[in-house]
């Protein structure tokens, strides 16, 4: 698959960032003229994986996130997020609906599951004590052409 | 973010603008939570018409009020979300626990 595009952005783990990482994907994915609906759908899922990376990922500590995404051929956009945290154990335990390890911040547990429904394909690869890579990739429709 | 709520005779309606993420829902539920214990309305609707955004974190929100209400013998109901904001509902079965007009 060519890359036909690519921005990288490095933030550090406040909670405040998690909107500006959804402004800087937006941002760039606009060049692909995707729909409405796909917009907040990677929106959402970068979100997700934002906080995850805030919220799990670094425990109130601060690190970096790093955002990667790409336009490639085929009206795909793949996107990278990778923390350098505490990781996660159990992945597949994670990514079961409603799980989670911080009830008492009102975490929902959804995260995964929203960025599996809004994206075409995920990948979580995690290492304790190294970090998380969080990959995701969407294919945008062929709209009026 | 930004948040208004008006009351009258025990029913309140509390209308937020705004995104809806991990770091704005904790102002949002440091206002909500004020106002429901000081106020103790039989009802809060939460109008979602001027929200822009919300990722799962207003899932939290939502299901933490929807808490807070019964056990100050009240209701919670969530209005207006724009039909992208009701996926992200949908998908997280709140409409079970929630009336969502």
Same mark, same amino acid.
């Given at each position: 698959m060519e890359v036909l595009n690519e921005v990288k952005f490095t933030m550090p783990s406040l909670s405040v960032n998690e909107g500006t990482a959804r402004a800087f994907v937006s941002s760039f994915i606009v060049q692909a003229d995707p729909t409405v609906e796909e917009l907040s759908d990677i929106r959402t899922a970068v979100s997700e994986a934002v906080t995850n990376a805030i919220v799990h990922g670094y425990r109130g500590t601060e690190g970096k996130i790093e955002l990667t995404v790409r336009l490639l051929s085929g009206r795909e956009i793949y996107i990278r997020i990778k923390d350098s945290g505490c990781g996660i154990p159990d992945v597949k335990q994670a990514m079961e609906p409603l799980y989670t390890t911080s009830p008492e911040e009102e975490r929902? =547990?959804? =995260?995964?599951?929203?960025m599996e429904s809004f994206?075409?394909?995920?990948?979580?690869?995690?290492?304790? =004590?190294?970090g998380t890579v969080v990959t995701m990739r969407k294919r945008l429709s062929v709209h009026g052409r | 973010m930004d948040?208004?709520?008006? %009351?009258?005779? /025990? #029913?309140?309606? #509390?209308?937020?603008? /705004?995104?809806? !993420?991990?770091?704005?829902?904790? !102002?949002? *539920? %440091?206002?909500l939570d004020k106002f429901i214990i000081n106020m103790q309305p039989e009802l809060? #609707? +939460?109008?979602?018409? !001027?929200?822009?955004f919300m990722d799962s974190s207003g899932i939290g929100l939502i299901m933490g009020r929807?808490?807070?209400?019964?056990?100050?013998? /009240? +209701?919670?109901?969530? *209005?207006n979300p724009q039909p992208y904001i009701r996926r992200v509902m949908k998908l997280s079965g709140i409409e079970r626990i929630v009336k969502v007009i």
């Amino acid at each position: 698959m060519e890359v036909l595009n690519e921005v990288k952005f490095t933030m550090p783990s406040l909670s405040v960032n998690e909107g500006t990482a959804r402004a800087f994907v937006s941002s760039f994915i606009v060049q692909a003229d995707p729909t409405v609906e796909e917009l907040s759908d990677i929106r959402t899922a970068v979100s997700e994986a934002v906080t995850n990376a805030i919220v799990h990922g670094y425990r109130g500590t601060e690190g970096k996130i790093e955002l990667t995404v790409r336009l490639l051929s085929g009206r795909e956009i793949y996107i990278r997020i990778k923390d350098s945290g505490c990781g996660i154990p159990d992945v597949k335990q994670a990514m079961e609906p409603l799980y989670t390890t911080s009830p008492e911040e009102e975490r929902s =547990g959804l =995260g995964f599951s929203v960025m599996e429904s809004f994206m075409d394909k995920l990948t979580v690869r995690s290492r304790v =004590g190294r970090g998380t890579v969080v990959t995701m990739r969407k294919r945008l429709s062929v709209h009026g052409r | 973010m930004d948040i208004d709520i008006r %009351s009258e005779n /025990g #029913a309140a309606i #509390a209308h937020l603008r /705004g995104e809806i !993420d991990h770091h704005t829902a904790k !102002d949002l *539920r %440091s206002q909500l939570d004020k106002f429901i214990i000081n106020m103790q309305p039989e009802l809060l #609707a +939460i109008d979602f018409a !001027d929200i822009t955004f919300m990722d799962s974190s207003g899932i939290g929100l939502i299901m933490g009020r929807c808490k807070l209400m019964k056990e100050c013998g /009240g +209701i919670l109901e969530v *209005r207006n979300p724009q039909p992208y904001i009701r996926r992200v509902m949908k998908l997280s079965g709140i409409e079970r626990i929630v009336k969502v007009i």
